[in-house]
């Protein structure tokens, strides 16, 4: 599985609706496991991103799914980023010739 993080942004729709928050976050975590994905963390933060998510999607089409699915609920915006640990970076590098 790859892993990703998503920088979350509020829409002013995900603002007026923001005491629902943790129920939408909850409901994401559902939707994600139907697809094949697991949430690994979900939280909520200061400063310019709302929220960020980390997860890990079998494959870049399942994530992209899931985060247009998310978007499309109108609460919020995301930028999404995929995540390398120590041993996948390694392997990577190591094609450089």
Avoid: C
Wanted: proline residues 2%.
């Amino acid at each position: 599985m790859a892993r990703f993080i998503s920088l979350i942004s509020l829409t002013q729709h995900g603002e007026e609706e923001v005491k629902n928050t943790v129920d939408r976050a909850n409901a994401f975590r559902a939707e994600a496991e139907k697809m094949g994905a697991e949430v690994q963390h979900v939280y909520w933060t200061l400063g310019n991103y709302d929220g960020v998510l980390v997860f890990d999607a079998p494959d870049d089409q399942t994530a992209t799914t899931l985060m247009i699915s998310l978007g499309s609920k109108g609460n919020v915006r995301t930028q999404t980023l995929v995540a390398y640990d120590s041993g996948q970076i390694e392997s990577i590098l190591s094609r450089i010739p």
